[in-house]
């Protein structure tokens, strides 16, 4: 056990690292622990040995695999269902288009410009689709926006475009066999299920110090997980589906989901965004930029073509339109996901996976920058900016005045 | 005439000062004191950190607006504390032309080299830019 303990330090030394970068920089934690590990790697494997870090051992597969299956939930659970009935056509309309022009664009150039197999450039494209709720969320609560029509649309939109980003994921790569039938018809039995039966079951025997919750929640998504990886799917698709269809019962309760997410964060992700970033190859992205360029580029232009005429369809005006289809070219937590299912699983190799990985982490961070930059529609900031939204305003004292001198 | 008081608070030495500095000032002119802290979000933002961020800083601010209500409450004035969410300069302008603020007060903030560079200080954008008075606020200030 020895070995085991040395390198649980290590990469817990290495998780710590990377949150105090995320604290000096201010940079999300899962961004500084991808770059953490690809500079591990690199140094680590250059003085001593690629195999220092064991990013193939079985336990720290299965931690890393953990942490994508309950990061997925805990995203999945963050949606806001009365927003989602209440827009969901205007929002699929967008989300949609958002999610399979991209899907397809980019399979098509890494395809025919790059000349990757298909079954990697489908992964591409699989990965360049995806948009980022967090980064939407964020942008629409630092200017109020989350609060107009506007911005529940938007953010309904993105949550059916990542939702077909990880129902690709889950099939597109299975070999639809009897077996994947039995995965389908088993979810939907238990997606409808889940919602009436979890309340009930919390109610009577939850709230305990011995974490019944986390255990009940824990047993649905590896049974999940192992169902959808006997079928030849990936578990983030079940994990994801669980998560929305318990966002208006898990997802309210905070406590629940702040244990979770101390479970999480203090464990989990640090050893799946770690390897992630352990894979990535500096040398190949240094030998050949234009791999990630041309990437890059492709998710830009064709979440522009997809997203904008759209928007006008919906009769955004042209502010918003733009501001909506630069929020909806981010993305980092599912673009990873699905490059790491696509290594791990042979369909890119590591050159490609570097390529995908850097272009991915462009993306969550470049359309932001212009969006806010250029295109902000400050008119619906001035009407319905109240002091960052979700945050309640508290009057902590209304006494008056005595006017009395300093 | 000061009717209003805007004190960007992040519970730092130099925003203590700056509270304290705009509660006496409120106290003299008989203003109303509007706080203003303001959660920084990690970038790229990233699903569930954000999340997380947003609540756990929420639920810290509100703790330190009860100490403030405290003060103030001492003193008689009234206080308007809100925790907003994005960049701090841009949160703390739009804050102050929203409430029609005549006065921000801001702690000082001594950053240097590198950070200075990269992060900037709030401070230098909020005087640069504000459309009202600005007093910055040394955090050895004690008076």
């Known amino acids: 056990m020895t070995e085991v303990w040395t390198m649980a330090a290590l990469w817990v030394g290495l998780a710590l690292i990377a949150t105090l970068f995320s604290i000096w920089f201010r940079i999300a934690t ?26 193939k051992e079985p336990w720290i597969v299965f931690l890393s695999g953990t942490g994508a299956i309950v990061l997925t939930f805990l995203a999945g659970a963050e949606l806001d269902p009365v927003v989602f009935k209440a827009k969901w056509k205007e929002s699929s309309l967008i989300g949609g288009i958002g999610f399979v022009a991209p899907f397809l664009g980019c399979t098509f150039i890494a395809y025919k410009f790059l000349h990757w197999p298909i079954m990697a450039s489908w992964l591409a494209g699989v990965a360049l689709s995806t948009t980022s709720v967090a980064v939407v969320y964020a942008v629409m609560l630092e200017f109020g926006l989350n609060k107009t029509t506007f911005g529940k649309s938007v953010l309904a939109a993105c949550f059916i475009n990542d939702l077909g980003t990880v129902i690709a994921l889950g099939l597109i790569f299975s070999p639809f ?6 995965f389908v018809l088993v979810s939907v039995v238990v997606f409808i299920a889940l919602p009436w039966l979890t309340p009930r079951f919390f109610k009577h025997y939850g709230d305990r110090p011995s974490e019944l919750e986390t255990k009940y929640l824990l047993l649905f998504l590896f049974g999940m997980g192992a169902l959808a990886s006997w079928a030849g799917s990936e578990p983030v698709l079940p994990a994801y589906m669980i998560g929305m269809v318990l966002a208006g019962t898990v997802g309210k309760d905070h406590a629940l989901i702040r244990r979770l997410r101390t479970l999480t964060f203090g464990l989990l992700t ?3 965004f770690i390897r992630a970033g352990s894979f990535v190859s500096v040398p190949v992205l240094m030998a050949a930029p234009a791999a990630f360029l041309i990437l890059f580029g492709a998710k830009m232009v064709t979440k522009t073509i997809g997203v904008y005429p759209v928007t006008k369809v919906v009769k955004y005006p042209e502010k918003e339109a733009r501001y909506t289809t630069l929020l909806m070219s981010t993305g980092l937590t599912f673009g990873s996901i699905s490059a790491l299912f696509g290594l791990t699983h042979g369909v890119i190799d590591q050159a490609q996976y570097s390529y995908l990985v850097a272009a991915v982490i462009a993306s969550a961070v470049i359309p ?11 008119h619906l900031m001035s009407s319905h900016h109240d002091t960052g939204a979700d945050v309640p305003e508290v009057t902590v004292k209304s006494t008056k005045l005595k006017g009395e001198t300093l | 005439m000061i009717q209003k008081i805007l004190v960007p608070y992040n519970h730092g030495g130099s925003a203590e000062a700056a ?7 409120a106290k003299k002119f008989n203003s109303q004191l509007f706080v203003l802290s303001v959660i920084q979000l990690p970038e790229p933002p990233t699903e569930v950190e954000t999340e997380a961020v947003i609540e756990s800083s929420t639920a810290h601010y509100h703790k330190l607006f009860h100490e403030l209500h405290k003060k103030a409450e001492a003193l008689g004035v009234m206080v308007h504390a809100t925790v907003a969410t994005g960049h701090p300069e841009e949160q703390i302008l739009m804050k102050a032309e929203k409430e029609n603020i005549d006065v921000i007060v801001i702690g000082h903030q001594t950053r240097v080299g590198f950070g200075k560079w990269f992060l900037g200080s709030v401070t230098d954008r909020v005087v640069d830019h504000a459309q009202c008075t600005v007093i910055v606020v040394k955090k050895e200030h004690t008076k």
């Open chain 1, 270 to 272: 640090p050893f799946y």
């Open chain 1, 30 to 55: 899962a961004l500084s622990e991808i770059i953490v590990g690809t500079v591990a790697q690199l140094i680590i494997g250059a003085m001593i040995g690629s195999a220092v870090l064991g990013t």
């Open chain 2, 19 to 25: 509270f304290n500095f705009a509660l006496n000032l």
């Open chain 1, 177 to 182: 066999t009897i077996k994947t039938l039995i």
């Open chain 1, 368 to 378: 932001t920058l212009i969006a806010n930059a250029y295109y902000l529609p400050r």
